[in-house]
């Protein structure tokens, strides 16, 4: 389906995700109730912020981040690396400024409120998306590196690769398997 339409569905579902945790305390009574019996109201928070923060991770920190990032690398050719550097840079940036922002945002209303907040900004981010995430270069008329590479040496080729593997021919080689079993590590 390509990376845009997947981002756009991932960043709907991490807006309801988010929405639904900034009510999760109200689901979770709902859920005591009707189901377990007021006694049992831990075991439905348990199990209502269990399966929340499941879909918070597979949504947004999950789908996103890997639909980011590899679209980001088919823009990239020759200054991958500089490109990947500077990408990891900002993601460390936004995971070391994101909890005291957060932290204000909570002291300033609640935990509610500030979910619901994110909410909202995740369900505006898909017209972010939609107006500018663009698979390959070539949807845009554009080529990676913009052409030409940022850092040329002398005597260098271009680094394109050899051809480019259908999914069940990469799980076949072994490059592919290290890279997995390292991230998934």
């Known amino acids: 389906y390509g990376g845009r339409v997947i981002a756009m569905i ?6 309801a995700t988010l929405l639904l945790l900034s009510k999760s305390d109200k689901i979770a009574e709902a859920i005591a109730i009707q189901f377990l019996g007021e006694t049992s109201s ?27 990032r590899t679209m980001l690398m088919k823009w990239f050719i020759e ?31 609640n ?5 619901g907040q994110l909410a909202f900004l995740a369900f505006c981010f898909v017209g972010f998306i939609f107006i500018f995430f663009r698979d390959n270069p070539k949807d845009a008329n554009c080529k ?7 850092f040329q040496t002398k005597n260098k080729k271009a680094s ?26």
Request: charge should be negative; glycine fraction near 10%; hydrophobic fraction near 50%.
């Open 144 to 150: 990676p590196d913009g052409g030409r590479p940022l």
């Open 42 to 68: 831990t075991y439905a928070a348990f199990g209502t912020i269990t399966v929340l923060f499941f879909l918070l991770r597979f949504s947004g920190q999950g789908v996103l981040t890997m639909i980011s």
């Open 160 to 185: 394109l690769p050899d051809r480019d593997y259908t999914l069940k021919e990469a799980q076949q080689t072994y490059v592919f398997w290290v890279f997995v079993l390292t991230v998934a590590l």
């Open 111 to 115: 935990w509610q409120e500030t979910l």
């Open 10 to 15: 991932a960043a709907l579902l991490l807006s």
């Open 79 to 109: 200054n991958r690396g500089f490109a990947n550097g500077l990408s990891g840079i900002a993601v460390s940036f936004g995971f070391s400024i994101a909890p005291g922002i957060l932290n204000g945002m909570i002291e300033e209303t």
